[in-house]
């Protein structure tokens, strides 16, 4: 049995499934069993969350007496299922798609041929009110212009078919006036927003893992080539050769393989036990763990949780994928924007829907007494990246 500080992972009494991953197109889904996010210290209870928190967390958690069957759905079950195939098919003729309030999947087309084949899917066709071409034109020319702007970023919205530009409370003066600039050249193409706080990764604070002064959360435990490994964020693997779940370092967790930031933000760490992976879930916080099945793309409306020794449970939506981060270390790509609220420790931490693993806590703004955006690294670009499998 694996413990990490105030989180024990507790032996999975269902019966496991480990399946190969499976890439298709641009959704992926993998078998998986649990993983740990760990604390090793309190919670704090009275973070703020989204308040419908069960849309993000169904899906079976351990602990209650049916618990051990629960949840097994595919990754991104329900509307989100059709998004990533129906993206993929239409390639370059969508700005993307998203679950409405209604929960049904839209999907953004520019012809009536597509939005048939949309529909023959099962999902909402939706007439973009912008041509691909152009906001992939707007995207092209932030990322020559505006990569060596920290706290900028921007992702396509595929609701609005606008990319919206953000800055945070750090760029001010000839930096913002330089982004207005661009902004306004750009025309309505583009849509400013203003983040209160200040772009940032989430590595400092009090974390579930340390190592040469860092501390960061575990991810997702994962197995690759008959070996044990965890996830976390290439940020925290950056800075730290070998993991520790204690401050002093007398109890080993394993040591960075992989680390890949800026570009990315995913690593990969050698469990310092065989067999240590795999013997837990992701702590809810209430007394209960969380056993996931598998792992799959995220999607604009979807409700979603986070959990992070920092700060506990946290849930939220996707407000959009694909984002660019300038973060002040290094420009991060591809990344889930939320309106999960998150804080320095968080880093690492697992992003997940039901019983579906999502992504990796990277940074963002604000924290959860206020309330703020958070950037997720994908995982199943993790996983495709070191050849692993959650499990």
Not at 50 to 55: C, I, L, S, T, V
Not at 83 to 97: E, I, S, V, W
């Amino acid at each position: 049995m694996w413990e990490l500080g105030g989180l024990m992972g507790r032996p999975n009494t269902a019966r496991k499934r480990r399946l190969r991953a499976m890439v298709t197109g641009t959704s992926v889904v993998l078998g998986a069993a649990g993983l740990v996010a760990g604390s090793l210290y309190a919670v704090n209870t009275d973070a703020k969350t989204d308040p419908p928190r069960e849309a993000a967390l169904a899906g079976g958690a351990r602990g209650g007496q049916n618990a051990a069957q629960a949840g097994r759905r595919k990754a991104g079950g329900g509307a989100g299922a059709l998004l990533g195939p129906l993206a993929g098919r239409l390639g370059a003729r969508t700005n993307g798609g998203y679950v409405d309030s209604a929960g049904r999947a839209v999907v953004t087309v520019t012809n009536d041929g597509d939005a048939a084949m949309v529909r023959a899917a099962g999902a909402v066709p939706k007439t973009a009110r912008r041509a691909p071409a152009t906001l992939n034109r707007v995207t092209a020319t932030l990322r020559d212009s505006m990569a060596d702007v920290p706290g900028t970023g921007w992702a396509v919205d595929p609701v609005t078919s606008q990319v919206v530009l953000w800055t945070d409370a750090s760029v001010t003066g000839a930096r913002m006036a330089r982004v207005q600039r661009t902004a306004r050249q750009m025309g309505s193409s583009v849509r400013m927003v203003r983040f209160a706080g200040r772009l940032r990764t989430f590595a400092d604070g009090g974390d579930a893992i340390f190592g040469g002064g860092s501390r960061c959360s575990l991810g997702f435990n994962v197995r690759r080539g008959g070996e044990d490994f965890f996830l976390t964020a290439g940020h925290c693997g950056n800075a730290v050769p070998e993991w520790t779940a204690d401050q002093r370092g007398a109890r080993p967790l394993g040591a960075t393989v992989a680390s890949s930031f800026p570009g990315d933000d995913f690593a990969l760490v050698r469990s310092a036990q065989a067999g240590q992976a795999g013997q837990g879930g992701v702590n809810l916080y209430n007394g209960q763990t969380r056993d996931i099945t598998e792992a799959g793309e995220a999607v604009v409306g979807q409700r979603v949780a986070r959990s992070g020794s920092t700060t506990g449970v946290s849930t939220g939506r996707v407000t959009a994928v694909g984002a660019t981060v300038n973060f002040p270390e290094g420009t991060v790509s591809g990344m889930i924007q939320t309106t999960v609220c998150a804080e320095p420790g968080d880093s690492g931490g697992p992003l997940f829907a039901g019983t579906t693993a999502l992504g990796l806590t990277s940074g963002g703004s604000g924290d959860c007494r206020v309330g703020g955006v958070t950037f997720f690294q994908p995982v199943t670009e993790a996983l495709q990246r070191f050849g692993a499998e959650v499990f």
